[in-house]
């Protein structure tokens, strides 16, 4: 059974810092990954797919990273902004291409 | 514009009181799902269809019944709701290997 882990929890940093957020999943035959973010109480905010076959996405301040083999991704945040306070969410779709795995999030917060 | 709906939004109930959360999406998706999310256990997959017809059981799948009969919808049925159903409800859609869209979210408490 698929198993993902986002570290850390909880990060705290003040505007302008460049920042990297971890996500590990425990079976590397993956489809793809999807990283999200999610404001309190609201739905959630795709960011950025990776395919399984990709090493890396980008979209203005943010990249994101696979390495399939080891089970890792890390999404970095450039020149970070208050604005950017949210959870962020990693999930994994699985090799059949149903199935979505959730890590439980980290919640970032930007301080001005 | 590109959206999942879901309703209601908000909804107290009684345990054992049948109830429906409905689910569309205009993008012709093949892919749907539903999933719930609880602090500290994250998001978990309940059920996912991967066309009309065509459904299957994600992580929590017990108490929760799903249909598929056309392609936009993917209503959630809770046949007899009980306190341990009080969650925040999440639909989504997606075509295969693309990015996943999410509705903004159903907060279901039984009482």
């Known amino acids: 059974k698929q198993e993902v882990t986002q570290i850390p929890a909880a990060l705290s940093v003040p505007e302008g810092e460049n920042l990297v957020l971890n996500c590990s999943f425990t079976d590397s035959a993956i489809y793809n990954l999807q990283w999200f973010r999610q404001d309190p109480g609201k739905g959630l905010t795709s960011l950025l797919l990776?395919?399984?076959?990709?090493r890396e996405q980008t979209s203005g301040r943010l990249n994101a990273s696979l390495d399939k083999s080891s089970g890792r991704s890390t999404l970095y945040i450039a020149a970070s902004q208050p604005g950017d306070s949210a959870t962020y969410l990693c999930?994994?779709?699985?090799?059949?291409?149903?199935?979505?795995?959730f890590g439980e999030g980290t919640q970032l917060t930007v301080n001005p | 514009e590109a959206q999942v709906t879901q309703n209601p939004r908000y909804l107290i109930t009684v345990t054992g009181k049948k109830l429906t959360v409905t689910c569309s999406q205009n993008m012709n998706h093949e892919y749907m799902s539903w999933y719930r999310q609880d602090p500290g256990l994250g998001l978990r997959q309940i059920y996912y269809s991967m066309n009309v017809e065509v459904t299957d059981k994600g992580d929590v799948p017990e108490g929760y019944k799903v249909s598929r009969k056309e392609k936009r919808n993917f209503p959630l049925i809770l046949e007899s709701p009980s306190p341990n159903q009080t969650s925040l409800y999440f639909c989504a859609s997606s075509s295969p290997g693309y990015t996943q869209y999410f509705g903004p979210g159903t907060r279901l408490t039984v009482l």
């Open positions: 999930a994994v779709r699985g090799a059949s291409g149903s199935r979505l795995t």
């Open positions: 990776i395919q399984s076959s990709q």
